[in-house]
């Protein structure tokens, strides 16, 4: 698998796809097809803060209580664009993902539940794009976990994607999914993420079937061991809510970094992360994997 130049060049191709313009007449074919799946049209005025201080346990920092009230909402502005444009890369990610799987799928069943599948993330993706006022981008909105997502859609064989994919990466939002969903203070948004939610659990109950129905090859096993280390370490490098404070114009210090992650405890928060990915692993049974990535340290918290 690919590093450098042309890992920048899958990701790009994986995630940032463009838009046709607005006036494009597909786009009210579109439109009509969603209306059909009882799918809004985009909102005219979407709120720009859907999760409040608590979501990110930020009443407890002494720093964001030092900020001015406008400095506050824009932090909280910030992560609710960050939360948003990494569903929309993910739920993206799902056209690529599904389009694989039916080309590389055998069996009538199989293609027909990744049509599915590829139906219901387009859905998923026109719900989060209906709350967004920006458009986000893989620059101005990045997420360590983007090029390990484009890498794995890109480089990965069909048995590797189906854990690491429906099994690993679906399983873990799940969770994230469901925090999103019970702290949104917006009730359209919530809907849709209660509906988002009945879907992916799904997807990752099929991933499940399917990857304990066929043990990993020695091939299959070092990509899924490459691509999940890859995975589970973007998910303990991703510290979203100091980058937040750029927002304000003032970027926090490398002290003040420190203070912020001791006030939210936030390495209890890394290690529940850890938990949950080493938990995918114990679904399948696949041990000897789960013990390759616990002897090379892959959900070992050390970036706070």
């Given at each position: 698998?690919?590093?450098?130049?042309?890992?920048?060049?899958?990701?790009?191709?994986?995630?940032?796809?463009?838009?046709?313009?607005?006036?494009?007449?597909?786009?009210?074919?579109?439109?009509?097809?969603?209306?059909?799946?009882?799918?809004?049209?985009?909102?005219?005025?979407?709120?720009?803060?859907?999760?409040?201080?608590?979501?990110?346990?930020?009443?407890?920092?002494?720093?964001?209580?030092?900020?001015?009230?406008?400095?506050?909402?824009?932090?909280?502005?910030?992560?609710?664009?960050?939360?948003?444009?990494?569903?929309?890369?993910?739920?993206?990610?799902?056209?690529?993902?599904?389009?694989?799987?039916?080309?590389?799928?055998?069996?009538?069943?199989?293609?027909?539940?990744?049509?599915?599948?590829?139906?219901?993330?387009?859905?998923?993706?026109?719900m989060f794009m209906?709350?967004?006022?920006?458009?986000?981008?893989?620059?101005?909105?990045?997420?360590p976990v983007l090029?390990?997502?484009?890498?794995?859609?890109?480089?990965?064989?069909?048995?590797?994607?189906?854990?690491?994919?429906?099994?690993?990466?679906?399983?873990?939002?799940?969770?994230?999914?469901?925090?999103?969903?019970?702290?949104?203070?917006?009730?359209?948004?919530?809907?849709?993420?209660?509906?988002?939610?009945?879907?992916?659990?799904?997807?990752?109950?099929?991933?499940?079937?399917?990857?304990?129905?066929?043990?990993?090859?020695?091939?299959?096993?070092?990509?899924?061991?490459?691509?999940?280390?890859?995975?589970?370490?973007?998910?303990?490098?991703?510290?979203?809510?100091?980058?937040?404070?750029?927002?304000?114009?003032?970027?926090?210090?490398?002290?003040?970094?420190?203070?912020?992650?001791?006030?939210?405890?936030?390495?209890?928060?890394?290690?529940?992360?850890?938990?949950?990915?080493?938990?995918?692993?114990?679904?399948?049974?696949?041990?000897?994997?789960?013990?390759?990535?616990?002897?090379?340290?892959?959900?070992?918290?050390?970036?706070?």
């Amino acid at each position: 698998m690919p590093f450098g130049n042309e890992t920048t060049e899958t990701l790009s191709r994986i995630l940032d796809t463009p838009h046709l313009s607005s006036d494009h007449p597909l786009g009210a074919i579109v439109d009509a097809s969603f209306a059909a799946r009882g799918v809004e049209s985009r909102r005219t005025t979407a709120p720009k803060v859907c999760w409040g201080a608590e979501r990110f346990h930020l009443q407890k920092s002494a720093i964001y209580a030092r900020l001015a009230p406008e400095e506050q909402h824009a932090v909280l502005v910030r992560l609710t664009e960050l939360n948003l444009s990494l569903s929309y890369f993910i739920e993206k990610s799902g056209h690529e993902y599904a389009a694989k799987m039916i080309q590389t799928s055998s069996t009538l069943e199989e293609k027909t539940l990744y049509a599915l599948f590829a139906n219901e993330e387009a859905t998923h993706l026109r719900m989060f794009m209906n709350e967004m006022w920006f458009t986000p981008n893989t620059t101005s909105h990045f997420h360590p976990v983007l090029p390990a997502l484009a890498e794995a859609i890109e480089w990965g064989g069909r048995d590797t994607l189906v854990f690491v994919i429906q099994v690993l990466l679906e399983g873990f939002g799940i969770a994230h999914y469901s925090g999103l969903k019970e702290t949104c203070m917006d009730a359209g948004l919530k809907t849709s993420l209660a509906s988002i939610l009945r879907d992916e659990s799904r997807h990752h109950g099929a991933g499940l079937v399917l990857a304990k129905a066929k043990r990993p090859d020695a091939e299959t096993a070092d990509q899924i061991f490459e691509l999940s280390r890859r995975f589970i370490r973007s998910f303990e490098t991703a510290h979203w809510i100091p980058a937040a404070f750029d927002a304000t114009g003032k970027p926090l210090s490398s002290e003040e970094r420190k203070r912020l992650f001791a006030d939210l405890d936030f390495g209890t928060t890394l290690g529940a992360r850890m938990a949950r990915l080493r938990e995918m692993f114990e679904k399948v049974n696949y041990r000897e994997l789960f013990e390759r990535l616990e002897s090379d340290g892959a959900f070992r918290v050390t970036s706070v």
